[in-house]
């Protein structure tokens, strides 16, 4: 097999040369080998080939070369492949695979690295980003562009430039100088020195012996640099010992100031490795120790159910707490700071966790703006829906809607790329890798064994090996943003009770579509599926809903009266009970039992909201398992005997009692002087103020008022429910773009070939050329011996080859085989389209008819 340089990737140089099978000299040569199989396989890691879907396999090969889908390809290979296409752009080109093993495995070898270079090789080429037989594996072009060493940007390998590349500028003389003082023979031009130089580092023989005559200083100085970085800063006098490395061509100039260590002697220096430490296999998830419960299945189970209803019940309070409308919306989007705090304060949670029950409740269509003028937050009409399923359904609802969002609640509190800081609920949250990573941590969290839970760290260490940084950024710097997501993961999941005690919960696994037993077959991952559909979604909802209702409390009917004016709800209430309890008395704890508390505030305020004393002693009595303790009873008929003796109206707002003395009393309270009252009438007092801070007022003092209308009547202060117009839920941002559906990947395949075809159709020489034209360029006649062309070939059923321009100017090439000429069209058979298409003969930029008939 020959060295010579294949010509353009992307291009058909070369590609006539080798049709029965010989050796690929270009990429699209190479595909043209594969099978449709293969080319659909390649389209489906590599979807954004397929948009548009090209035209034929030169284009399909010039499209995989660009820098931004080579760039794409190479951020989703995990380490060890990475590792593999970086040892490629360091060794020579073409690279015999042996070579590639020796850089990878070192002179000594490495058993796994032996075992896992095939797959690793085979990876690289089902991806077009290699190309070639075993013997010249070449790496795309625009993939050694970047992976290469270069001075302006290091390899990963930490590997230099090599003695052609170092000196390229150098003079010949100097290199004849390098060559004695290394104790080589002289030569006649400077392409000989360099080979002589490039040969003596690369000889482990003869390179031993002459570091075996290098001063100890300058081994220390080769030692610094071997790893990397291998440029070193030198002053206009050296040191001895650099001095030495520099006159033998161990050190050669970069520039002025500037050292490099050559790529040959580094690699000699590192016993043939491209990689301190190359990483074949990935690191498993550990398990984590010293926590308590972790292995026992049932105890992970309880733990996670606990912590579902706990997440349910902060929900509904949340949401409970924006019934009547929530925050506004700020003009950039999102909420404010003030209000996250507010909502942190009411949920008695700190802010990061607000912005995360926030947000998980918009990724369901929980909460939405409201679009008004004034436009605020509110539930929307989903949330009444969602309050009448069961409770198992509702977790189920949140965890998918949390698991698939695109939005990362952690962001909350940072900035974004121009400084500006990321509200919650607001624009900039999305981050199109955030439904993966989620999948994949619980993915991985599902190898071990049920119960079991995983060092944080090993799963960090697993996801950083799948996908590997090409940024250059340690992979554990907060910069990394899928290991930011992944520590997010892990606490969000505990928290929303799709884990518990950091190991994977049974209706975790279900809500994967992982089977509830470990040795159940296993689909496939959930990040090869995601995107799920509506059906796979819903079905993966219902089965996590199954396993975790029997693990939920029953809601309770009762509660349990104290006779320190307190209740005690053992366990979840049912909704009209929490309902009317939450209205009547105000919350004091929260735990496994919410204790209430009964306020002479609280008893008003279910006064105000229509109740009556009698009302509100048939509750208690009702719902209670203790009996009413007598101070309750009292507190009730108390306030209900002072309430709604002052009526409160609107003057701006005036004050009306039957009973003057305790106007007179109101009037002479120092107290009421904010209040601004003058007497009307011996039973009216009227203010300046509007009635609710009048209401209000008056309450500070001690009073019980009660508004009422313009008729005279009291006004029932019942919450008015407010809502948004129905809202769908925000769609998640894929990673564009997706992988393209099964029968596109068919129809792409068919579509290329044909194109392809078409393109590099031998054709025969015209009536007026000498020659025939070349593949890919489009067949160009007279219109007269296009049509007397087309006629022929309908009499005589051959084909041929066409050039077309359609209604917006794309022109393309057709292999057809014309049916029938009227009327200015020709009808015809397209192997392009693969139907009967017509066509306009003026639209025809010529015809050429094919050496060989189509079979």
């Keep these: 097999m020959g060295t010579t340089p294949a010509g353009p990737e992307g291009t058909d140089e070369a590609d006539t040369a080798t049709r029965g099978g010989g050796v690929p000299r270009t990429l699209a040569e190479a595909l043209r080998a594969r099978t449709d199989e293969e080319l659909a396989a390649l389209l489906r890691v590599r979807p954004d080939l397929v948009s548009p879907v090209p035209g034929d396999l030169t284009q399909l090969a010039t499209r995989a070369g660009t820098r931004a889908s080579v760039l794409r390809a190479l951020e ?24 590639l093993l020796r850089l990878l495995g070192g002179d000594d070898g490495d058993p796994q690295i032996t075992a896992t270079l095939p797959d690793a090789v085979a990876t690289l080429r089902a991806q077009a980003l290699i190309w070639g037989g075993d013997d010249r594996l070449r790496l795309v072009r625009t993939a050694r562009e970047l992976l290469a060493p270069a001075p302006g940007r290091p390899s990963p390998t930490g590997l230099g430039p090599t003695v052609a590349e170092a000196t390229a500028g150098m003079s010949p003389g100097r290199l004849q100088t390098i060559l004695v003082t290394a104790g080589l023979p002289t030569t006649h031009d400077p392409v000989s020195a360099v080979a002589a130089l490039t040969a003596l580092f690369t000889d482990r023989d003869r390179m031993a012996a002459l570091l075996d005559s290098a001063p100890m200083e300058a081994l220390a100085v080769l030692d610094r640099l071997v790893w990397g970085p291998p440029y070193g800063e030198v002053t206009a006098d050296p040191t001895p010992p650099v001095r030495w490395l520099r006159d033998r061509g161990l050190l050669l100039p970069a520039s002025p100031r500037t050292v490099a260590l050559p790529r040959e002697a580094a690699l000699y220096l590192r016993a043939g490795r491209a990689h301190r430490e190359p990483e074949p296999l990935p690191p498993e998830p550990q398990p984590a120790h010293g926590v308590a419960g972790t292995g026992r299945p049932q105890v992970v189970d309880s733990a996670a159910a606990a912590q579902a209803l706990t997440a349910l019940s902060t929900v509904e309070e949340l949401l409970h707490d924006w019934h009547e409308g929530g925050p506004p919306v700020m003009r950039a989007g999102g909420l404010a700071v003030r209000d996250l705090k507010r909502t942190a304060t009411a ?88 439904p993966e990573v989620r999948a994949r941590v619980l993915e991985l969290l599902a190898t071990l064994e049920p119960g079991t839970a995983a060092e944080a760290e090993s799963v960090l260490a697993r996801l950083r090996w799948e996908r590997p940084l090409r940024t250059g950024t340690p992979a554990d710097t907060p910069l990394d943003p899928r290991s930011r997501i992944a520590a997010w993961t892990l606490g969000e999941a505990e928290a929303l009770g799709v884990t518990g005690r950091g190991a994977l919960s049974t209706h975790g696994r279900l809500l994967l579509g992982l089977p509830p037993e470990p040795g159940a077959p296993r689909p496939a991952p959930l990040t090869e599926r995601l995107p799920l559909t509506t059906a796979e979604r819903g079905a993966a909802q219902a089965a ?30 049912e909704r009209p009970l929490a309902e009317t309890l939450a209205v009547l008395a105000d919350v004091e704890s929260k735990g496994g039992a919410t204790v209430y508390r009964f306020t002479p505030g609280s008893v008003r305020r279910a006064l105000d909201a229509g109740r009556t004393a009698t009302d509100l002693h048939t509750f208690l009595a009702t719902h209670s398992r203790t009996p009413v303790p ?148 489009l067949p160009r006649s007279a219109p007269a011996e296009t049509l007397a062309t087309v006629q022929a070939a309908v009499m005589t059923g051959s084909t041929l080859c066409i050039g077309y321009v359609n209604a917006e100017g794309s022109a393309s090439q057709r292999v057809i085989a014309p049916v029938r000429v009227e009327g200015g069209f020709v009808t015809a058979y397209d192997h392009t389209a693969d139907e009967v298409r017509t066509y306009p003969l003026h639209r025809i930029t010529g015809v050429a008819e094919l050496a060989d008939e189509l079979p």
């Design 544 to 573: 996590a809903a199954v396993a975790l209702a029997p693990m939920l409390p029953v809601p309770l009917d009762h509660i349990l009266l104290q006779a320190d004016l307190t209740a005690v709800a053992p366990g979840p209430l």
């Design 76 to 99: 989703r290979l995990d380490r060890f492949t990475l590792q593999t296409a970086e040892a490629l752009a360091v060794g020579p080109d073409p690279t015999p695979y042996p070579v």
């Design 630 to 777: 007598q101070p309750l009873s009292y507190l009730i008929d108390d306030v209900a005997r002072r309430h709604g003796r002052l009526r409160i109206g609107v003057a701006s707002a005036y004050v009306r009692c039957d009973d003057d003395a305790l106007l007179d009393e109101i009037l002479a309270d120092r107290r009421s002087q904010g209040l601004i009252l003058r007497r009307l009438a011996p039973t009216v007092l009227a203010s300046q103020i509007d009635q609710s801070s009048l209401l209000e007022g008056l309450r500070t003092m001690g009073y019980a008022p009660a508004a009422e209308s313009n008729a005279g009547d009291v006004v029932i202060a019942r919450a008015h429910a407010r809502r948004t117009p129905p809202r769908t839920p925000p769609v998640p941002v894929p990673e564009s773009p997706q992988a393209p559906e099964p029968v596109l990947l068919t129809a792409a395949v068919r579509a290329i070939r044909a194109g392809d075809l078409a393109a590099t159709v031998a054709r025969a020489p015209g009536p007026a050329t000498a020659a025939a034209p070349r593949p890919g360029e």
């Design 347 to 434: 949920l008695e949670t700190g802010e990061p966790m607000a912005a995360f029950w926030l947000e998980v409740a918009y990724a369901a269509g929980l909460i939405a703006s409201d679009g008004d003028a004034d436009e605020r937050y509110a539930p929307t009409p989903v949330y009444d829906e969602w309050l009448d399923r069961p409770p198992a359904e509702r977790w189920a609802l949140l965890a998918d809607a949390w698991l698939t969002a695109s939005r990362v609640p952690g962001l909350v509190g940072g900035q974004d790329v121009k400084g500006r800081p990321l509200a919650a609920l607001g624009p900039g949250l999305d981050r199109p890798a955030a």
